[in-house]
């Protein structure tokens, strides 16, 4: 994209908005439109559709410009202590190496964030964060707590390898290591005399891999490298689709979540230690919302009609008339013939097969049916064969 095009797209750039060490070359590769996330930069679209791009993602290699993933150094003496006070997860045995999902909570168990969390040594982490400012955060908990650690935003850039293919283009670039990092897994890689973090994660469906580069300065040359390489396996470049995303029951922050709802809420009940014995911020709220129950759920919701376009407003849901929940993520799934979406669902609405409206517009009212998360589970084939 050159400059005078950028300058006449409908995202104005600033300093407040920043580039990552690979926006020059998805520029030159025909981006067509961004986000901002972590007020950095996040490439959209390219030239084909999200269905197009759904479709290759699953049978060849994508990279994907991921920078805005900006990361959460907590390092110290007290980085055990400050990351468990932050997260309902259970991370005192976590191993060097390994990955982790988890919630971020405040002290009335509320999430202002869902990061991977990647334990470099006992005293080091980094969060590689969703869309929200945890770095003061963070921070501001070290000081109230008065903690021996140092809290920073590192130069580090994540670049995702994702697709069936992207085993083939690491391993050529990186060696055969790489094929033996488990899922959530990372390890220490040589690139140009340095050594790059590299994890087996990615936020796609797909098998990948997520390479935090550290040196802003190696970005273009890192992109190149890897380009030309992906080249014989019929390598694009793309970001985080939506039609994978919602079928993976891949939930976004800011988005599917806000900081108006628990981990409960969010279907993350596997990722919360709730017991006396753990220290964490909003721990009484969410043993409390476990005991009586949650007031609203995470689900998915399959519905009829015509192929519809991706949700940029949310998508009421009613039953008999009543306003039960609203879907934030959807758009047609051509690998499952149906329009699919992402709902936060009002409790006696959200059991498997519960049939809802859901209300596209005025005049555009659809007949859908609720689902378990993925989509691709058992319990929804029939649902969505029959809808």
């Given at each position: ?101 988890l919630a971020l909570t405040t002290d009335k168990g509320k999430i202002i964030n869902d990061p991977i969390l990647l334990k ?25 707590l008065d903690l021996n650690v140092s809290v920073r935003e590192p130069d580090v850039s994540p670049l995702a390898v994702q ?225």
């Open positions: 994209m050159t400059e005078e095009a950028r300058l006449n797209s409908d995202l104005q750039m600033s300093r407040r908005i920043r580039r990552t060490p690979f926006t020059s070359c998805i520029e030159k590769l025909g981006v067509s439109g961004f986000t901002v996330v972590n007020h950095t930069l996040l490439p959209k679209s390219f030239k084909n559709s999200v269905a197009e791009d759904f479709y290759h993602l699953r049978t060849a290699v994508q990279m994907w410009d991921v920078g805005c993933q900006r990361q959460v150094e907590i390092e110290g003496p007290d980085a055990l202590l400050l990351m468990q006070k932050m997260t309902p997860r259970n991370i005192v045995n976590a191993e060097v190496g390994q990955c982790m999902y470099l040594s006992d005293e080091k982490f980094w969060l590689s964060i969703a869309d929200s400012d945890v770095l003061l955060w963070a921070k501001a908990l070290a000081i109230g697709g069936p293919k992207a085993q083939e283009v690491m391993s050529e670039i990186f060696g055969k290591g790489v094929c033996d990092l488990n899922f959530f897994r990372f390890g220490l890689f040589d690139f140009k005399d340095t050594q790059q973090v590299i994890s087996r994660t990615g936020y796609s469906s797909q098998d990948g891999y997520e390479i935090f580069l550290n040196d802003s300065k190696l970005g273009k040359e890192m992109w190149d490298v890897i380009w030309n390489v992906g080249a014989k396996y019929n390598m694009r470049p793309g970001g985080p689709n939506l039609i994978d995303r919602i079928e993976a029951g891949l939930i976004s922050y800011g988005n599917d979540m806000t900081s108006e709802n628990t981990p409960l809420e969010c279907g993350m009940e596997k990722y919360c230690s709730l017991n006396k014995n753990m220290d964490f911020l909003g721990r009484d709220h969410l043993i409390e919302e476990k005991r009586i129950g949650s007031k609203r759920k995470i689900r998915g919701i399959v519905f009829s009609g015509k192929e519809q376009s991706a949700c940029t407003e949310p998508w009421q849901l009613h039953n008999q008339n009543i306003n039960v929940g609203q879907i934030t993520s959807g758009i047609f799934n051509p690998s499952l013939r149906v329009n699919t979406g992402i709902a936060l669902v009002q409790k006696g609405y959200w059991n498997l097969g519960q049939s809802i409206k859901i209300i596209i517009g005025k005049d555009d009212i659809r007949e859908g049916r609720v689902c378990f998360l993925p989509f691709t589970v058992q319990e929804n084939r029939e649902i969505i064969k029959d809808l």
